[in-house]
């Protein structure tokens, strides 16, 4: 089993729907991260918790909400989607600072 | 300066040739590195760790200069499915809590050819 699993894989969905990407993890990690990717702009930052009660934005995070349900448990939400939402997005965890991330197998989203 | 920078490639080389990447990092406090490898649409998985002044797992070698401020990876005698996007990444080591998340590269796209 992934250690990192995000649901659903794939998804379309129109434009000014709420969608939620979920994040679970059996690492035990403290750090949970959510990213974008676009093509030709590498990996963006959306927010990180660096444990339950602590949220962070990271450099992209308007339009979007995330929650800590659990230590293992971080999930994205788009309120209202917009097509320039379009994108691959990931989760990762890591232990500390000065560890490496591990990353779930992504997201495809796609907003008409 | 970008915070870390990486020749975008593309590399083609032929099977079996040995290639190198070159990543510099604008923040001397970096302590750590990493290099990802990510292939098309798939998440990026952790190739290598380097706490120090280098790491060696088989055919691949990373080597940290931190005078010059600069890591490299090494690939020898390269096979097709080492074809994929490199991520040179450290942890930014900013202590007004953002430390521990990372600095991507945007990486380099080697293809190997038989």
């Known amino acids: 089993d992934a250690d990192v699993t995000q649901t659903p894989r794939n998804r379309i969905t129109k434009t000014g729907k709420r969608i939620m990407l979920e994040c679970s993890q059996t690492k035990g990690h403290d750090r949970m991260y959510w990213y974008r990717q676009d093509p030709g702009l590498g990996l963006r930052l959306i927010y990180y918790s660096f444990d339950v009660k602590d949220i962070n934005k990271g450099e992209i995070s308007d339009g979007y909400s995330v929650s800590r349900q659990a230590q293992a448990k971080f999930s994205l939400s788009l309120e209202s989607a917009i097509p320039n939402q379009t994108a691959l997005y990931f989760c990762?965890?890591?232990?500390?600072?000065?560890?490496?991330?591990?990353f779930g197998d992504g997201t495809r989203l796609s907003i008409l | 300066r970008k915070e870390v920078e990486q020749d975008p490639g593309p590399f083609n080389v032929p099977e079996g040739a040995t290639v190198a990447f070159n990543c510099t990092y604008s923040n001397s406090a970096s302590q750590s590195f990493f290099w990802y490898r990510q292939d098309c649409r798939k998440e990026p998985k952790l190739l290598m760790s380097?706490?120090?002044s280098g790491n060696e797992d088989g055919r691949f070698t990373a080597q940290l200069n931190r005078a010059s401020q600069y890591i490299s990876l090494l690939i020898r005698d390269s096979k097709l499915s080492d074809s994929a996007t490199y991520l040179c990444v450290t942890p930014k080591p900013d202590y007004g809590g953002s430390q521990g998340n990372l600095i991507f590269g945007k990486g380099t796209k080697l293809s190997v050819k038989p």
């Open positions: 990762a965890t890591s232990g500390h600072s000065n560890q490496p991330q591990h």
């Open positions: 380097v706490y120090s």
